[in-house]
């Protein structure tokens, strides 16, 4: 499948932003609620990790400690959209979000795992500043 990030930009500490993540090309017999649909993010210098995780398949949500609380993934299905809202953002919290995709149920083991995802987007920059 192929993946479109928008939603990115600069924002003061303790503000919010929503990221969108658009879901296309799948196979015939498949929708988004096949799928596992997952929220990275890579600071400068630092390796690529896991955000939140919706495995649509079978309702399920992961989040990194790092953002509990503050962080809420969702979708619209209809779309074939997913949604990070970010609240009370830190600068702790820059970075390029990417998005992600794989068929089936990650389960905790695997839901924050970049390895476990084939289909990536290209990246939207998140700048938070103080």
């Known amino acids: 499948v192929q993946l479109v990030e928008s939603g990115g930009g600069l924002v003061q500490a303790g503000q919010s932003l929503t990221l969108s993540c658009v879901v296309s090309?799948?196979?015939?017999?498949?929708?988004?609620?096949?799928?596992?649909i997952s929220w990275f993010r890579q600071a400068p210098g630092k390796e690529r990790e896991g955000v939140s995780c919706y495995s649509v398949s079978d309702d399920m949500k992961y989040y990194a400690n790092s953002v509990k609380g503050r962080f809420t993934i969702s979708s619209d299905n209809a779309r074939n959209t997913v949604f990070l809202q970010m609240n009370d953002l830190s600068p702790e919290d820059t970075a390029v979000y990417y998005c992600?995709?794989?068929?089936?149920?990650?389960?905790?083991?695997?839901?924050?795992?970049?390895?476990?995802?084939?289909?990536w987007g290209h990246g939207t920059q998140v700048t938070v500043s103080s």
């Open positions: 992600a995709a794989e068929f089936g149920r990650p389960g905790s083991t695997w839901a924050l795992s970049p390895s476990w995802y084939p289909d």
């Open positions: 090309g799948f196979d015939s017999d498949y929708t988004l609620e096949d799928y596992a």
